[in-house]
């Protein structure tokens, strides 16, 4: 079965400071990987998706993302933080013909000013 | 387009009652799913639909029915709610795998509380 580890429950972070969240997958096969952001109180909207080809990804908001099948990470990258990213952060794997999206437990970021 | 709607945004329920999370979507997408968000677990499945009269289990399926009678719309019923289902809930949408995978379109969530 395939599962998703977000080893840092909390990251705290200093406006302007770059971040980095982790992300562990595990899946036998080619996996589609999503990292997902959740504003208090608010759905989930996607920040970026991983299917094939280039193994580092653009998103949205500045963020970005490298797919490293030798580690079965995808890691969520921003250079700098804006106190608005202050938000939880969840990563997501399913099968390419897949109906079943597993998330990670997510991450919490705190922006300090 | 509303993208994803879902009713109520909060519900207070006693062990026991029963009761019915509404979940609507006017984007023509086949697929539609059901989560449950708790503390430190992230998102976790508990039924999907991948067109109308066709729904199966997720992860979490017991205590939940649910039942897609057509496109728009997929409702999940919880029969008897127990403390265990204090949860927030969210439905999710997307085209089908005919159209490739694509991004799921999450609705705004259902803040239910079971006393």
């Known amino acids: 079965a395939q599962s998703v580890t977000q080893p840092d429950i909390h990251i705290t972070v200093s406006e302007g400071a770059s971040l980095e969240l982790r992300c562990n997958y595990s899946?036998?096969?080619?996996?589609?990987l999503f990292w997902y952001v959740q504003s208090p109180g608010q759905g989930l909207q996607l920040l970026l998706k991983?299917?094939?080809?280039?193994?580092l990804v653009q998103g949205i908001k500045g963020f970005e993302a490298e797919f490293k099948r030798s580690q079965s990470s995808f890691n969520l990258r921003k250079p700098s933080v804006h106190w608005s990213d202050a938000a939880e952060y969840f990563c997501?794997?399913?099968?390419?013909?897949?109906?079943?999206?597993?998330f990670g437990g997510g991450t919490r970021v705190l922006v300090k000013p | 387009n509303a993208g994803v709607t879902q009713t109520p945004k909060f519900q207070v329920l006693k062990t026991g009652q029963s009761m019915t999370l509404q979940c609507a979507q006017d984007m023509n997408h086949e697929y539609m799913s059901w989560y449950r968000q708790d503390p430190g677990m992230g998102l976790r499945l508990i039924h999907y639909s991948v067109g109308a009269g066709i729904t199966d289990q997720g992860e979490v399926p017991n205590g939940y029915n649910v039942s897609r009678s057509t496109t728009e719309d997929f409702p999940l019923r919880l029969l008897s709610a127990a403390p265990s289902q204090t949860s927030v809930y969210f439905c999710?949408?997307?085209?089908?795998?005919?159209?490739?995978?694509?991004?799921?379109?999450f609705g705004p969530g259902t803040r239910l509380t079971v006393l």
């Open positions: 899946y036998g096969a080619t996996p589609y």
């Open positions: 999710a949408s997307r085209p089908g795998l005919d159209w490739g995978y694509n991004e799921q379109f």
């Open positions: 997501a794997v399913d099968k390419a013909a897949g109906n079943k999206l597993t």
């Open positions: 991983y299917f094939s080809g280039d193994t």
